[in-house]
C-alpha cells in the first residue's frame, strides 16, 4: 500500500513540474517575442544616421527646360509644317510653321501647348518664380506677338504679374522672347506642374504672318535656402520637421523628405530666409531622432 502511495506521489510530482515547466516556457517565449518587437523599432531608431551637411542661401538656380511632349493646339490659324517635336531645341535647324488664318477674325493666330514641370525633383516650395523662353521668326514685323499663360484661378488665359505684358516686336529674322512670372507664377501652374502657354497676334492686320517657333521652353527658378542633408545609416530616413531658431526667431516647417542610405540630399524651400547669427537648424525624422546644424 505504502509503495503503491509513494507512486503516486511520484507521478503527481512529475506532472506539477511539466505544466510548471509548460507554463515558465510560455512566459519566456512571449516575453521574448513582445522584446523582439520593441527592438526592432529601437533598433531602426538607433541605426538611422543622419546629418544635416550644409545650410547656405541660394541667389538663383535654374532648372533645364521642360518642353511641349504633345502637339500644339492651334485655335486660330493654321499648322503649316513640322511638328512640336522640332521646338523642343533651340538652334537646331528645325523648327513648326503656323501662319495666320483668312477666316473670321482674318488674319489671327492663336497657339497654346501643354507643359509639366518635374514638381518631384524641383518641389513646389522651392520655386522661386518660373520662365518661359520663346526662340520664333515672324515673316513681318507689322505687329505684336504675346506670351500668356492658364491662370488657374481665373481659368482664362492670362499675362497679370508677369516681368513683361507689352508683347514683343519681331525683327523678321530669329527673336528671343523671354518672360517671367514674377512671384504671381503659381496662379499659373497647377498642383501637379501643369502650365498651359498660349502664342497669339496682336491682332487683325492687313499682312497675312507666318511664324516659325524654333523653341519654346518653360523652367523654373529656385532661390533661398538650400538644406543638405547625409544619411549615413543603412535605411531610409523620412524628414518630417523642420526648425529655424535664433535668440528671436523659433519657426517650425513641415516637411517630407526620403533620404535613401547612404545617399545626400539638397533641399531648397523658397519661403524660407535664414535668421541673423547664431541660429540652429534641426531636423526631425518620423522615427524620432534630431539633427542639429548651428551657425554662431
Ligand atoms: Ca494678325
Ligand atoms: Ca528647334
Redesign the pocket.
Known amino acids: 500500500m505504502q509503495r503503491i502511495r509513494q507512486n503516486k506521489k511520484g507521478v503527481s510530482n512529475i506532472i506539477v513540474v511539466a505544466l510548471g515547466l509548460v507554463i515558465v516556457v510560455t512566459i519566456v517565449v512571449n516575453v521574448f517575442l513582445w522584446n523582439f518587437e520593441m527592438n526592432q523599432l529601437d533598433w531602426e531608431k538607433i541605426k538611422e544616421d543622419i546629418k544635416i551637411t550644409d545650410v547656405a542661401h541660394v541667389n538663383v538656380t535654374r532648372s533645364f527646360w521642360f518642353v511641349a511632349q504633345s502637339e500644339y493646339i492651334v485655335n486660330t490659324g493654321n499648322h503649316m509644317n513640322g511638328t512640336y517635336e522640332n521646338t523642343k531645341v533651340a538652334n537646331d535647324g528645325n523648327w513648326e510653321t503656323f501662319q ?1 488664318g483668312t477666316g473670321s477674325p482674318s ?3 492663336d497657339i497654346n501647348g501643354t507643359f509639366i514641370l518635374d514638381v518631384s525633383a524641383y518641389p513646389l516650395e522651392s520655386i522661386s518664380t518660373v520662365e518661359i523662353q520663346l526662340r520664333y521668326r515672324a515673316s513681318d514685323g507689322f ?1 505684336k506677338c504675346f506670351l500668356k499663360a492658364y491662370n488657374w484661378t481665373a481659368q482664362a488665359y492670362r499675362d497679370n504679374g508677369f516681368n513683361l505684358t507689352a508683347g514683343h516686336t519681331p525683327t523678321g529674322g530669329w527673336d528671343n522672347y523671354a518672360i517671367n512670372l514674377t512671384d504671381k507664377w503659381r496662379s499659373y501652374v497647377r498642383g501637379d506642374g501643369t502650365i498651359y502657354v498660349k502664342f497669339h ?5 492687313a ?3 507666318t511664324i516659325d517657333i524654333d523653341f519654346l521652353g518653360v523652367r523654373t527658378v529656385a532661390s533661398g535656402t538650400r538644406f543638405t542633408f547625409q544619411n549615413k545609416g543603412s535605411l531610409t530616413s523620412h524628414l518630417v520637421s523642420l526648425w529655424v531658431n535664433n535668440s528671436t526667431h523659433h519657426r517650425r516647417y513641415n516637411i517630407s523628405i526620403f533620404v535613401n542610405a547612404g545617399d545626400t540630399e539638397s533641399y531648397i524651400r523658397s519661403d524660407i530666409s535664414l535668421p541673423n547669427k547664431p541660429y540652429i537648424v534641426k531636423i526631425v525624422t518620423e522615427r524620432g531622432n534630431i539633427a542639429i546644424h548651428s551657425e554662431s
Open positions: 495666320e488674319y489671327r493666330l505687329e497676334d496682336e491682332g487683325n492686320d499682312v497675312r504672318t
